[in-house]
């Protein structure tokens, strides 16, 4: 199957900085990537899409200041936690599909996520 | 009510057993429908996809989907300790937004 590399895996930060993480589609083009936050024992909350080129769309009660999102490439998205709090501390994970095909099957790569630590 | 509900478990099995994971939907719209495996602090791996009703197989696992009682399935055959993890069925309109279910998490007891 298509691989998704997330960076880093696990981050620790101090409170009012900023933490930036990567994903990438290694080899294939994603014209559309999601961004997920996981708490322990939780499933997935979908936070924003990511679209290539556009602004991300958001969902609702995700702040858009806190949580930047900035897909330059079709091989690149990345999610900015600005002026990390303890309550952002979460695992961060994102997914992209394979966007190759004529038909949209649904199907989502999924990064090995990033977990953020912010003291 | 949730678009997709799954059991949150835990479920625990002794090795060798068969798992039966289910969730339901309730948007007749959905005609995709996936099952990943989490493993602890990782990112989700497809495991199954199916498209509309029907079963499919892939080694000890099978898919099962039941679009008339919206129901859908996972049968793990012969479950070995290494399949303990928690598996999220998920499903799609092809309209970009997948549902995911909450989750079931599983523990197989050597």
Redesign the interface.
């Known amino acids: 199957?298509a691989v998704?590399s997330?960076h880093p895996s696990w981050v620790i930060c101090k409170s009012g900085t900023s933490v930036k993480i990567e994903c990438r589609s290694l080899d294939f083009q994603a014209t559309?990537m999601?961004w997920y936050r996981q708490f322990p024992?939780?499933?997935?909350m979908?936070m924003a899409?990511s679209n290539e080129g556009s602004k991300a769309t958001y969902e609702q009660g995700v702040e858009k200041d806190k949580f930047l999102i900035n897909h330059a490439s079709l091989t690149l998205s990345t999610l900015t936690v600005t002026s990390a709090h303890p309550e952002d501390s979460s695992?961060y994970?994102c997914?992209a599909?394979d966007g190759r095909g004529q038909?949209?099957?649904?199907?989502?790569?999924?990064?090995?996520?990033s977990?953020l630590t912010v003291l | 009510q949730k678009e997709v509900e799954q059991d949150?478990g835990p479920l625990s099995v002794p090795e060798g057993a068969i798992v039966s994971l289910n969730c339901t939907y309730s948007n007749s719209a959905f005609?995709?429908f996936?099952w990943?495996r989490q493993y602890s602090?990782?990112?989700?791996?497809?495991l199954m996809?199916t498209?509309s009703s029907g079963n499919k197989e892939d080694g000890r696992f099978t898919a099962q989907v039941d679009k008339s009682s919206k129901y859908i399935s996972l049968f793990i055959r012969d479950s070995q300790p290494s399949d303990s993890a928690t598996y999220?069925c998920?499903?799609?309109t092809?309209g970009?937004?997948?549902i995911?279910?909450?989750?079931t998490?599983l523990f197989v007891k050597a």
Request: proline content about 4%.
């Open positions: 199957g998704v997330q559309t999601f024992k939780q499933s997935l979908l899409t695992f994970i997914s599909r038909v949209d099957t649904g199907e989502l790569f999924f990064g090995e996520g977990r | 949150p005609q995709y996936m990943y602090r990782k990112g989700p791996e497809l996809y498209y999220l998920a499903t799609d092809g970009f937004k997948t995911f279910g909450a989750g998490r």
